[in-house]
């Protein structure tokens, strides 16, 4: 090869070598994208995640695939995702607690700095059911049954999660120590309830199982109602003055030093998903709503519920 072909030819290379990356992302996404969901299939979170997941891909005009990596309240998927290649082709679908409460129980093997912030995507409205043969209907008839029956029986998506939390501050309400017994996952507890195996479970899953006659709603663990059970009160409406996180429970993030460009753009379509009034129904149908927070507004917010949680668990007395 002559030397004028031979330099024709390095230059070349050199363009595209100094060009890769910017060339890369703006073909992004040319691969299927992975969005790791922290929690197993069944549940609230899984349900949520899929529903978003659908709309966002939409957006995007990209095949994203759903990879449940439950576990540890989260931390196991935290893991995973930290360790991907920041090149926007493995996303996380979890929640703000594994980041603002489980590092106050545990030792937890990430942080936030340890991730590209994407933003908020829906809060939690959970639901407290009883099992029928209880009968049990109210707030009030709970605690005075719970007063007379030391060690009632609740089950929890794990330890450390909202619905462990809910137990013990109904615990603490009642003022009689009451049984944990904690599942891999929401699925897992609401079948417990079901079977008659557990006294109570405070959980969005519960909402959907009503209809089957084997448990009976008492209030939501919320600020708001459920949309799709409007007679039911809030737990403050119930008569406990209960505190509550400010911030939206489910985030979506991707590993830390994900190209700016490729972050706003993902961004910008779960915002566009979260708008979209179909998207905002169908989680109204699995226990949440739909709340989108940016990630400078969503940064905020998680520092607001790390000093509630570290207040709440010191209270409580929880740890592992």
């Given amino acids: 090869m002559g030397k004028k072909k031979w330099g024709a030819w390095l230059a070349c ?47 995007l005009k990209a095949s994203i695939f759903v990879e449940n990596k439950g576990g540890a309240s989260g931390l196991i998927a935290n893991k995973y995702v930290s360790n991907a ?4 082709y493995t996303l996380l679908f979890g929640t703000s607690s594994a980041f603002t409460l489980q590092p106050h129980l545990r030792e937890s093997p990430v942080v936030l700095g340890d991730f590209t912030v994407l933003g908020g995507v829906a809060d939690y409205v959970p639901v ?27 089950g929890s998506s794990g330890v450390g999660t909202a619905s462990h939390l809910a137990g013990e501050q109904l615990a603490r309400a009642s003022g009689v120590p009451m049984l944990h017994v904690p599942y891999k996952g929401s ?9 008659g195996q557990i006294d109570f479970l405070v959980d969005g899953t519960v909402a959907h199982a009503i209809q089957g006659g084997r448990i009976t709603p008492i209030a939501t663990f919320s600020r708001h109602r459920h949309a799709g059970l409007p007679d039911l009160p809030t737990v ?18 991707a590993p830390k030093g994900l190209p700016r460009a490729m972050a706003e753009r993902i961004s910008a379509a779960l915002q566009a998903a979260l708008d979209d009034p179909a998207v905002q129904a169908q989680l109204v149908r699995v226990s949440a ?23 709440l668990t010191q209270e409580l007395g929880i740890s592992m």
């Fill in 13 to 59: 290379l050199g363009l595209l070598l100094h060009c890769g990356p910017g060339v890369a992302q703006d073909a992004w996404p040319a691969r299927p994208v992975r969005m790791v969901v922290a929690y197993p299939p069944g549940g609230n979170s899984d349900a949520v995640a899929r529903l978003v997941t659908e709309r966002l891909a939409s957006e």
């Fill in 85 to 88: 290649a920041p090149d926007g």
């Fill in 128 to 154: 407290m059911g009883v099992r029928n043969g209880l009968h049990i209907s109210t707030m009030e008839q709970f605690l005075a049954y719970a007063k007379a029956h030391p060690g009632m029986s609740y």
């Fill in 187 to 195: 699925a897992d507890a609401l079948t417990a309830l079901n079977a």
């Fill in 236 to 253: 403050y409406e119930a008569g406990l003055n209960m505190r509550l996180p400010s911030g939206p429970l489910w985030i979506m993030a």
């Fill in 289 to 311: 709503a739909a709340s989108w927070a940016s990630p400078d507004e969503l940064a905020s917010q998680l520092a607001q519920d790390d000093a509630f949680y570290a207040q």
